[in-house]
């Protein structure tokens, strides 16, 4: 008995590596109207209540989270796609859970999470507004290799809606990319808006060479405004070396 | 030629007779307002440089570019989407609302004064006996309306309260509401004393120290009221002691009201 109930794992757990080979793309692609739900293994301290509410926690807890009184699940992180035209419009994600079972919908069940992300991210810079975001952070969430050349494409690309850049770069700062290659992709020329972000993802890292990075844009960035939102941040670092900059700045 | 004001005899004389003149004073305002019917309006002379429109706004309390918004109590600087009436400089308007011969609620407005209306009794005071009202409520037991009395006790065309205001910062049996009001405009006046005000807008390299102090003072408490009463008492540039004495004025951290003391002189 306690055979065939691992077998039964086994076979369950199996999909999406034998169907590497048909990409997520093409199999999202194939339906041209209609919704489409694939899901996928959530990256380790994320879990969610099913209906919406996600949590990430990069401490690893051992035990049972809860979410409003219920049980967070650790997965899987479960994608709606809405497909029209043989484009994709519509994207939205949950952790956990489990699917209406009456529905229409072209279930491509569980897939690898790298494709997944990768597909994910590649409509983002189109779809744009709250379906980016989603889109964005459902491919940061899974349990995939590692993501951080397809969010730094997506933050450079100048022809992506401002707000989708933001949101990739949030969650590129997120990601396992090293903090001195991420310091290095700021760019002055960005719209004021991803330079901001700038400011509050650096921050974020609280790591020696993106500090260094803010203190540096607060020191000499062109633009007084963005100078001043790396102040606020570099106030709220607990390194010595920022409130000594914001000390010397005063005083000097 | 020197000012009857900057003459200390005559302050000192003003203060006597403000002193002398207080208990009758306040009483008159006081039993006006413990039977009326409707809202009574308060009006009495306002400091030089302060202004207003009579109704929204009030500007230059000190001389500086700074405005409150009289219907949120917001501070704020007169920017390029400005666009209430001009300002005014005129009489102060404290408009009480009383309910069953209780004062509830002060709005107060500098500038033009409306038409007389039928819905609201009238009382023109002096300067002596609205301070000396002003001053009742200040001290009084309700908190929320001594807060809403320090500003338009710092209105009136008056000796500087800023002794008055000290003991109410120091006063911990007082709410927290009325020591921060009473500790902002003890700021206010510690700027204006210092001869610091904001006059015009800041240079790059000011708004920068001005900014350097906030993300400061955003510090938890313990770092930040420190190094806030430090450079106020020590920063060489205008913006950043004027930046430090305005944040540390909204710590309601009552060793603010002794730093602030000293900058005023007054310790």
Not at chain 1, 29 to 36: K, S, W, Y
Not at chain 2, 143 to 152: E, F, G, K, N, T
Request: glycine content about 8%.
């Amino acid at each position: 008995m306690r055979w065939s109930v691992a077998v039964l794992a086994l076979v369950a757990a199996a999909p999406f590596s034998s169907l590497a080979a048909q990409s997520v793309a093409r199999r999202v692609d194939a339906v041209r109207e209609g919704t489409v739900r694939l899901s996928y293994p959530a990256r380790p301290g994320v879990c969610g209540n099913g209906d919406g509410g996600v949590s990430i926690n990069s401490r690893r807890g051992d035990g049972v989270q809860y979410w409003g009184g219920r049980i967070c699940e650790t997965g899987p992180v479960r994608v709606s796609i809405g497909r029209s035209e043989g484009r994709t419009i519509s994207v939205r994600k949950w952790v956990g859970g489990r699917w209406p079972s009456a529905s229409d919908a072209t279930d491509l069940g569980s897939v690898d999470p790298t494709e997944a992300a990768h597909y994910l991210l590649s409509v983002a810079p189109t779809i744009g507004g709250r379906n980016a975001n989603e889109a964005i952070s459902a491919a940061a969430i899974a349990d995939a290799t590692t993501i951080a050349p397809e969010l730094t494409r997506l933050v450079q690309n100048g022809d992506a809606p401002t707000d989708t850049r933001k949101d990739a770069l949030f969650w590129l700062g997120e990601s396992d990319i090293l903090a001195t290659e991420f310091a290095r992709l700021y760019d002055r020329s960005q719209p004021f808006e991803l330079r901001e972000q700038w400011t509050f993802v650096l921050a974020q890292r609280q790591e020696g060479p993106t500090l260094d990075k803010l203190i540096e844009i607060a020191r000499n960035d062109s633009d007084v405004e963005i100078r001043k939102r790396a102040m606020f941040w570099l106030g709220q670092s607990h390194d010595p070396k920022a409130l000594q900059f914001l000390h010397d700045l005063i005083l000097r | 030629m020197t000012s009857f004001f900057a003459d200390p005899r005559a302050r000192l004389a003003i203060l006597i007779a403000a002193a002398a003149s207080t208990p009758v004073a306040a009483q008159t305002i006081a039993q006006r307002l413990s039977t009326a019917d409707r809202p009574v309006q308060v009006i009495y002379p306002t400091r030089q440089t302060a202004c207003g429109d009579g109704r929204s706004y009030i500007g230059h309390v000190f001389d500086d570019s700074y405005y409150f918004g009289t219907d949120d109590n917001t501070m704020y600087r007169r920017g390029n989407d400005w666009s209430r009436g001009p300002c005014v400089h005129g009489p102060t308007r404290v408009v009480a609302t009383v309910f069953g011969g209780e004062v509830t609620r002060l709005r107060v407005y500098v500038g033009p004064v409306p038409p007389v209306s039928s819905n609201v009794e009238t009382i023109n005071a002096s300067t002596a006996d609205a301070t000396a009202w002003l001053t009742s409520l200040v001290t009084g037991d309700n908190a929320r309306l001594a807060a809403s009395a320090v500003l338009p006790l710092v209105l009136a065309d008056a000796p500087d309260p800023w002794p008055l205001l000290l003991r109410v910062a120091r006063d911990n049996t007082r709410g927290m509401s009325v020591r921060r009001d009473a500790l902002m405009w003890l700021g206010q006046g510690a700027v204006a004393h210092l001869g610091i005000e904001q006059k015009r807008d800041d240079t790059p390299d000011d708004e920068l120290r001005s900014q350097a102090v906030f993300a400061l003072s955003q510090r938890p408490k313990a770092e930040s009221v420190p190094a806030l009463m430090d450079l106020a008492k020590t920063a060489k540039y205008p913006s950043a002691k004027r930046s430090a004495i305005f944040w540390l004025s909204q710590t309601g951290d009552p060793r603010a009201a002794d730093v602030f003391a000293d900058l005023l002189g007054l310790r």
